[in-house]
């Protein structure tokens, strides 16, 4: 009976998002990856995740997991049932003291199991006047070990405006996610330099600011 309800909730919070929002996907040329990716995107709002699993195609929806904070997602037996029910969170304890076991060794586990991850590399969400904040180390520690792993670049665009900090009732307006090109770490490639092109990639999928002439 939970794993009905899930289900329900699943196609409910699909419907809602994409009612809400207008959302609209594009797409790169080559199409996503057929085999478990990681789709990596920008942060500012509680609802970017379900925007990037809304938009995915049902066959890669169903095997898609995000990476979320267990301080939020569990937090209530709502929160709970929402994050581990509906979305089949990857939860991770951001408190060091606190965790009983290693972020990146459930990632992995998630990867070899076969499934997709959605994964915020800013870490928290970007409240900030910068477009992006500086990348933790995760997304990294997680390709080192399985250096075959397609990263898909994802620029989620207006949700901040959307879901406001602060605010309950959403506020209707046109949403895209921008999905890029599929990335893989190079060989003997460092962790600076690593961060520093996935995040340029990502970038490179933002609108470009009005009067920039580009």
């Known amino acids: 009976m939970k794993a009905l309800v899930a289900k329900v909730a699943a196609a409910a919070f699909v419907l809602f998002a994409r009612a809400i929002t207008a959302v609209r996907a594009i797409w790169p040329e080559e199409g996503l990856p057929a085999r478990p990716c990681v789709y990596f995107a920008n942060h500012s709002s509680h609802g970017d995740f379900v925007l990037v699993w809304a938009v995915l195609p049902p066959r890669l929806r169903h095997r ?36 009983t076991e290693d972020p990146i060794a459930l990632m992995v586990s998630a990867v070899d199991a076969g499934s997709s991850l959605i994964l915020f590399p800013e870490g928290t969400r970007n409240q900030t006047e910068d477009r992006l904040l500086p990348f933790k180390s995760g997304i990294f520690h997680l390709v080192d070990q399985r250096p075959e792993l397609d990263l898909v670049p994802v620029w989620i665009n207006n949700l901040n405006r959307v879901m406001p900090k602060g605010e309950i009732v959403p506020i209707p307006l046109i949403c895209t996610v921008t999905f890029g090109s599929a990335l893989r770490i190079a060989p003997g490639e460092d962790k600076e330099a690593f961060l520093e092109r996935m995040r340029a990639a990502l970038l490179a999928l933002a609108p470009k600011p009005a009067g920039s002439g580009e």
């Open 64 to 99: 898609t997991r995000p990476v979320a904070g267990a301080e939020y997602w569990l937090k209530s037996h709502t929160n709970a049932f929402i994050g581990r029910d509906v979305f089949n969170a990857v939860l991770i304890e951001r408190d060091r003291e606190k965790r």
